[in-house]
Protein backbone atom coordinates (compact mmCIF):
# COMPACT_ATOMS: atom_id res chain seq x y z
CA UNK A 1 0.00 0.00 0.00
CA UNK A 2 1.50 3.30 -0.66
CA UNK A 3 1.59 5.84 2.41
CA UNK A 4 1.07 9.60 2.75
CA UNK A 5 4.45 9.91 2.09
CA UNK A 6 4.96 8.68 -0.75
CA UNK A 7 1.91 10.32 -2.73
CA UNK A 8 3.08 13.44 -1.23
CA UNK A 9 6.50 12.61 -3.07
CA UNK A 10 4.95 11.45 -6.47
CA UNK A 11 2.76 14.75 -6.29
CA UNK A 12 5.58 16.97 -5.91
CA UNK A 13 7.52 14.90 -9.33
CA UNK A 14 4.16 15.11 -11.21
CA UNK A 15 3.79 19.01 -10.47
CA UNK A 16 7.99 19.42 -11.04
CA UNK A 17 8.06 17.40 -14.36
CA UNK A 18 5.22 19.59 -15.94
CA UNK A 19 6.79 22.62 -14.51
CA UNK A 20 9.85 21.31 -16.39
CA UNK A 21 7.63 20.88 -19.78
CA UNK A 22 5.52 24.01 -19.23
CA UNK A 23 8.99 25.99 -19.32
CA UNK A 24 10.45 24.34 -22.69
CA UNK A 25 6.82 24.86 -24.35
CA UNK A 26 6.87 28.97 -23.46
CA UNK A 27 10.81 29.07 -24.84
CA UNK A 28 10.21 27.10 -27.68
CA UNK A 29 6.99 29.32 -28.41
CA UNK A 30 8.82 32.37 -27.36
CA UNK A 31 11.31 31.98 -29.87
CA UNK A 32 11.15 34.97 -32.29
CA UNK A 33 12.35 32.69 -34.84
CA UNK A 34 12.79 28.92 -34.75
CA UNK A 35 14.64 28.76 -37.87
CA UNK A 36 17.63 31.06 -36.91
CA UNK A 37 19.98 28.20 -35.87
CA UNK A 38 19.36 26.62 -39.28
CA UNK A 39 20.51 29.05 -41.78
CA UNK A 40 22.58 26.45 -43.47
CA UNK A 41 18.77 24.53 -44.49
CA UNK A 42 17.14 28.05 -45.84
CA UNK A 43 17.83 27.57 -49.46
CA UNK A 44 16.52 24.49 -51.35
CA UNK A 45 18.66 23.86 -55.03
CA UNK A 46 17.89 20.33 -55.94
CA UNK A 47 15.72 18.59 -58.67
CA UNK A 48 15.71 22.08 -60.81
CA UNK A 49 13.82 23.82 -57.89
CA UNK A 50 15.60 27.07 -56.58
CA UNK A 51 13.88 27.97 -53.41
CA UNK A 52 13.93 29.44 -49.86
CA UNK A 53 12.47 29.08 -46.62
CA UNK A 54 11.32 32.01 -44.18
CA UNK A 55 9.42 31.24 -40.48
CA UNK A 56 6.43 32.88 -39.55
CA UNK A 57 3.59 33.38 -36.73
CA UNK A 58 -0.11 32.54 -36.93
CA UNK A 59 -1.09 35.82 -35.78
CA UNK A 60 1.19 38.18 -37.96
CA UNK A 61 0.21 36.55 -41.21
CA UNK A 62 -0.40 38.87 -43.98
CA UNK A 63 -4.24 39.06 -46.02
CA UNK A 64 -2.61 37.74 -48.96
CA UNK A 65 -0.87 34.43 -47.02
CA UNK A 66 -3.95 33.57 -45.12
CA UNK A 67 -5.65 33.21 -48.68
CA UNK A 68 -2.71 31.48 -49.79
CA UNK A 69 -2.75 28.82 -47.02
CA UNK A 70 -6.68 28.08 -46.97
CA UNK A 71 -6.56 27.83 -51.23
CA UNK A 72 -3.87 25.21 -51.31
CA UNK A 73 -5.06 22.98 -48.27
CA UNK A 74 -8.21 23.46 -49.77
CA UNK A 75 -6.63 21.96 -52.86
CA UNK A 76 -5.00 19.39 -51.64
CA UNK A 77 -7.21 18.37 -48.51
CA UNK A 78 -10.54 18.84 -49.98
CA UNK A 79 -10.63 15.23 -51.92
CA UNK A 80 -9.50 13.37 -48.58
CA UNK A 81 -12.59 14.51 -46.56
CA UNK A 82 -14.95 14.45 -48.80
CA UNK A 83 -18.41 15.22 -47.02
CA UNK A 84 -16.44 16.48 -43.72
CA UNK A 85 -14.60 19.66 -46.03
CA UNK A 86 -16.86 22.47 -45.10
CA UNK A 87 -16.62 21.54 -41.39
CA UNK A 88 -13.00 20.88 -41.47
CA UNK A 89 -12.53 24.36 -44.29
CA UNK A 90 -13.79 26.20 -41.18
CA UNK A 91 -11.57 24.44 -38.02
CA UNK A 92 -8.49 24.91 -40.38
CA UNK A 93 -9.63 28.90 -40.85
CA UNK A 94 -9.52 29.40 -37.31
CA UNK A 95 -6.43 27.52 -36.54
CA UNK A 96 -4.64 29.39 -39.22
CA UNK A 97 -4.09 32.15 -37.26
CA UNK A 98 -4.08 30.81 -33.67
CA UNK A 99 -1.27 32.45 -32.01
CA UNK A 100 0.76 29.62 -31.39
CA UNK A 101 0.40 28.45 -34.86
CA UNK A 102 4.27 28.58 -36.60
CA UNK A 103 4.92 28.72 -40.05
CA UNK A 104 7.71 27.24 -42.91
CA UNK A 105 6.77 29.48 -45.85
CA UNK A 106 8.88 28.21 -49.19
CA UNK A 107 9.50 31.05 -51.98
CA UNK A 108 10.08 30.30 -55.49
CA UNK A 109 13.83 32.09 -56.20
CA UNK A 110 13.69 33.96 -59.51
CA UNK A 111 16.53 31.94 -61.35
CA UNK A 112 18.91 32.13 -64.65
CA UNK A 113 20.75 29.93 -66.27
CA UNK A 114 24.41 30.59 -65.81
CA UNK A 115 26.04 29.71 -69.02
CA UNK A 116 29.45 28.97 -67.43
CA UNK A 117 28.36 26.71 -64.87
CA UNK A 118 25.35 25.08 -66.53
CA UNK A 119 23.30 25.21 -63.83
CA UNK A 120 20.45 27.11 -62.18
CA UNK A 121 21.80 30.38 -60.49
CA UNK A 122 19.81 32.84 -58.60
CA UNK A 123 19.58 36.39 -59.55
CA UNK A 124 19.45 39.43 -57.57
CA UNK A 125 15.70 40.10 -57.71
CA UNK A 126 13.15 39.95 -55.16
CA UNK A 127 12.04 36.31 -54.30
CA UNK A 128 8.80 35.11 -55.82
CA UNK A 129 5.98 33.48 -55.16
CA UNK A 130 4.91 31.13 -52.12
CA UNK A 131 4.96 27.22 -53.63
CA UNK A 132 4.06 25.41 -50.35
CA UNK A 133 3.98 25.96 -46.37
CA UNK A 134 4.17 23.87 -43.18
CA UNK A 135 2.58 24.93 -40.39
CA UNK A 136 3.82 23.19 -36.72
CA UNK A 137 3.39 24.09 -32.77
CA UNK A 138 5.06 23.28 -29.68
CA UNK A 139 2.43 21.77 -27.40
CA UNK A 140 1.74 19.33 -24.94
CA UNK A 141 0.66 15.93 -25.51
CA UNK A 142 0.45 13.27 -22.56
CA UNK A 143 2.38 15.45 -20.45
CA UNK A 144 5.39 15.71 -22.54
CA UNK A 145 6.41 18.64 -25.04
CA UNK A 146 5.93 17.78 -28.63
CA UNK A 147 6.14 19.36 -31.93
CA UNK A 148 2.84 19.10 -33.83
CA UNK A 149 2.45 19.18 -37.34
CA UNK A 150 -0.72 20.67 -38.18
CA UNK A 151 -0.07 20.81 -42.22
CA UNK A 152 2.58 20.27 -44.44
CA UNK A 153 1.05 21.48 -47.76
CA UNK A 154 3.05 21.23 -51.15
CA UNK A 155 1.75 22.71 -54.64
CA UNK A 156 1.69 19.68 -57.20
CA UNK A 157 4.04 20.71 -59.35
CA UNK A 158 7.13 20.66 -56.55
CA UNK A 159 5.97 17.45 -55.07
CA UNK A 160 7.77 14.72 -55.33
CA UNK A 161 11.10 16.27 -55.06
CA UNK A 162 12.53 15.97 -51.97
CA UNK A 163 11.38 18.58 -50.49
CA UNK A 164 8.63 17.15 -48.29
CA UNK A 165 11.27 14.94 -46.76
CA UNK A 166 13.83 17.74 -46.35
CA UNK A 167 11.30 20.13 -44.71
CA UNK A 168 10.10 16.89 -42.10
CA UNK A 169 13.94 17.17 -41.76
CA UNK A 170 14.35 20.24 -40.52
CA UNK A 171 11.06 19.93 -38.18
CA UNK A 172 12.76 16.92 -36.76
CA UNK A 173 16.09 19.18 -36.28
CA UNK A 174 14.03 22.51 -34.41
CA UNK A 175 12.10 19.71 -32.34
CA UNK A 176 15.38 18.02 -30.93
CA UNK A 177 17.07 21.91 -30.57
CA UNK A 178 13.89 23.09 -28.59
CA UNK A 179 13.81 19.69 -26.18
CA UNK A 180 10.74 18.39 -27.70
CA UNK A 181 10.36 14.47 -26.99
CA UNK A 182 8.57 13.44 -30.28
CA UNK A 183 6.90 14.78 -33.55
CA UNK A 184 3.31 14.56 -33.66
CA UNK A 185 0.79 14.44 -36.50
CA UNK A 186 -2.66 14.14 -37.72
CA UNK A 187 -3.40 12.03 -41.22
CA UNK A 188 -6.28 11.01 -42.91
CA UNK A 189 -6.79 7.75 -43.57
CA UNK A 190 -7.60 8.23 -47.10
CA UNK A 191 -4.75 10.46 -47.67
CA UNK A 192 -2.89 7.06 -49.10
CA UNK A 193 0.44 8.37 -50.25
CA UNK A 194 0.74 11.07 -47.06
CA UNK A 195 0.52 7.87 -45.14
CA UNK A 196 3.10 6.23 -47.52
CA UNK A 197 5.16 8.91 -47.10
CA UNK A 198 5.27 9.00 -43.29
CA UNK A 199 5.32 5.59 -42.11
CA UNK A 200 7.29 4.16 -44.98
CA UNK A 201 9.61 6.60 -46.17
CA UNK A 202 10.26 9.06 -43.11
CA UNK A 203 10.21 5.79 -39.91
CA UNK A 204 6.52 7.54 -38.11
CA UNK A 205 4.34 4.73 -36.90
CA UNK A 206 0.97 4.55 -35.58
CA UNK A 207 0.86 6.35 -31.97
CA UNK A 208 -1.24 4.65 -29.36
CA UNK A 209 -2.96 7.94 -28.99
CA UNK A 210 -4.36 7.38 -31.93
CA UNK A 211 -8.52 6.09 -32.42
CA UNK A 212 -7.60 2.55 -34.15
CA UNK A 213 -5.14 1.94 -31.09
CA UNK A 214 -7.07 3.31 -28.16
CA UNK A 215 -10.08 1.51 -29.70
CA UNK A 216 -10.20 -0.10 -32.88
CA UNK A 217 -14.43 -0.05 -32.84
CA UNK A 218 -13.71 3.99 -32.62
CA UNK A 219 -11.20 4.37 -34.81
CA UNK A 220 -13.04 2.35 -37.70
CA UNK A 221 -15.51 5.60 -37.44
CA UNK A 222 -12.69 7.95 -36.89
CA UNK A 223 -11.03 9.00 -40.96
CA UNK A 224 -7.67 9.68 -39.42
CA UNK A 225 -4.27 8.32 -38.09
CA UNK A 226 -2.51 9.86 -35.44
CA UNK A 227 1.13 9.59 -36.50
CA UNK A 228 4.76 10.20 -34.14
CA UNK A 229 8.37 9.63 -34.26
CA UNK A 230 9.85 9.82 -30.47
CA UNK A 231 13.31 10.92 -29.39
CA UNK A 232 13.58 9.13 -26.12
CA UNK A 233 12.11 6.09 -24.35
CA UNK A 234 9.57 8.27 -22.39
CA UNK A 235 7.86 9.31 -25.46
CA UNK A 236 8.39 5.86 -26.80
CA UNK A 237 6.76 4.90 -23.72
CA UNK A 238 3.70 6.85 -23.85
CA UNK A 239 3.10 7.58 -27.71
CA UNK A 240 4.16 3.83 -29.55
CA UNK A 241 3.73 1.30 -26.71
CA UNK A 242 0.07 -0.39 -27.20
CA UNK A 243 -1.91 -1.45 -24.10
CA UNK A 244 -5.13 -2.66 -26.08
CA UNK A 245 -5.89 -6.52 -24.50
CA UNK A 246 -4.79 -9.41 -26.75
CA UNK A 247 -8.73 -9.44 -28.21
CA UNK A 248 -8.39 -5.79 -29.16
CA UNK A 249 -5.10 -6.06 -30.56
CA UNK A 250 -6.18 -8.69 -32.93
CA UNK A 251 -8.59 -6.34 -34.47
CA UNK A 252 -5.34 -3.66 -34.41
CA UNK A 253 -3.28 -5.92 -36.17
CA UNK A 254 -6.39 -6.48 -38.68
CA UNK A 255 -6.94 -3.20 -39.34
CA UNK A 256 -2.64 -2.68 -39.13
CA UNK A 257 -2.65 -5.32 -41.88
CA UNK A 258 -5.02 -3.66 -44.60
CA UNK A 259 -3.50 -0.48 -44.51
CA UNK A 260 0.12 -2.14 -44.61
CA UNK A 261 -1.44 -3.68 -48.26
CA UNK A 262 -2.42 -0.77 -49.64
CA UNK A 263 0.93 0.94 -48.63
CA UNK A 264 2.31 -2.12 -50.24
CA UNK A 265 -0.09 -1.35 -53.23
CA UNK A 266 1.09 2.57 -53.51
CA UNK A 267 4.38 1.40 -53.05
CA UNK A 268 4.75 -1.07 -56.09
CA UNK A 269 2.35 1.42 -58.45
CA UNK A 270 5.31 4.16 -57.28
CA UNK A 271 8.44 1.88 -57.84
CA UNK A 272 6.74 1.09 -61.24
CA UNK A 273 7.85 4.54 -62.66
CA UNK A 274 3.73 5.49 -62.61
CA UNK A 275 3.63 9.16 -62.52
CA UNK A 276 0.42 10.26 -60.06
C1 LIG B 1 2.87 14.49 -48.87
C2 LIG B 1 3.90 15.53 -49.27
C3 LIG B 1 4.13 16.53 -48.16
C4 LIG B 1 5.23 14.78 -49.59
O1 LIG B 1 6.21 15.71 -49.97
P1 LIG B 1 7.01 15.51 -51.36
O2 LIG B 1 7.97 16.60 -51.52
O3 LIG B 1 6.01 15.33 -52.45
O4 LIG B 1 7.73 14.12 -51.09
P2 LIG B 1 9.28 13.81 -51.34
O5 LIG B 1 9.61 14.12 -52.74
O6 LIG B 1 10.08 14.46 -50.26
O7 LIG B 1 9.29 12.25 -51.14
C5 LIG B 1 9.96 11.59 -50.09
C6 LIG B 1 9.83 10.12 -50.32
O8 LIG B 1 8.45 9.75 -50.27
C7 LIG B 1 8.06 9.15 -51.50
N1 LIG B 1 6.73 9.70 -51.89
C8 LIG B 1 6.36 10.99 -51.83
N2 LIG B 1 5.11 11.14 -52.32
C9 LIG B 1 4.71 9.90 -52.68
C10 LIG B 1 3.53 9.39 -53.27
N3 LIG B 1 2.49 10.18 -53.61
N4 LIG B 1 3.44 8.08 -53.48
C11 LIG B 1 4.48 7.26 -53.18
N5 LIG B 1 5.64 7.69 -52.65
C12 LIG B 1 5.75 8.98 -52.39
C13 LIG B 1 9.10 9.55 -52.52
O9 LIG B 1 9.28 8.56 -53.50
C14 LIG B 1 10.35 9.70 -51.70
O10 LIG B 1 10.99 8.44 -51.56
P3 LIG B 1 12.62 8.33 -51.52
O11 LIG B 1 13.06 9.06 -50.27
O12 LIG B 1 12.87 6.85 -51.46
O13 LIG B 1 13.10 8.97 -52.77
C15 LIG B 1 3.50 16.31 -50.57
O14 LIG B 1 3.38 15.41 -51.63
C16 LIG B 1 2.21 17.11 -50.41
O15 LIG B 1 2.24 18.29 -50.10
N6 LIG B 1 1.04 16.44 -50.69
C17 LIG B 1 -0.25 17.11 -50.63
C18 LIG B 1 -0.62 17.55 -49.24
C19 LIG B 1 -0.57 16.42 -48.24
O16 LIG B 1 -1.10 15.35 -48.44
N7 LIG B 1 0.06 16.72 -47.10
C20 LIG B 1 0.19 15.82 -46.00
C21 LIG B 1 -0.99 16.03 -45.12
S1 LIG B 1 -0.80 15.19 -43.62
Redesign the pocket.
Known amino acids: MEGVAERTTKRKQILEKKKVVDGLIRAASSLKNPLAPFSEFLNYNLQGLCLSLEGGHGAKLSRSLKQYVLNLVKQ??QQ?YGDEWPKEEKVKCRDMVAPEARYIFVYEVPTLVSSTEKRLMPTNEHKNDVV?FVHYRFITEEELPVLY?Y??????R???????????QLLELIARKNCMAAIV????KA????M???T???GYCISSMSPSRVDPLVGLRKNYEILCKSFDQEAKNKFEVHLLSPEQNTYCGQFTGFFKSQFEL??D??SSGAV?
Open positions: NMHGVELQLEPIQGKGLGKFLMLTVQNLSAFFYSKLINFWI
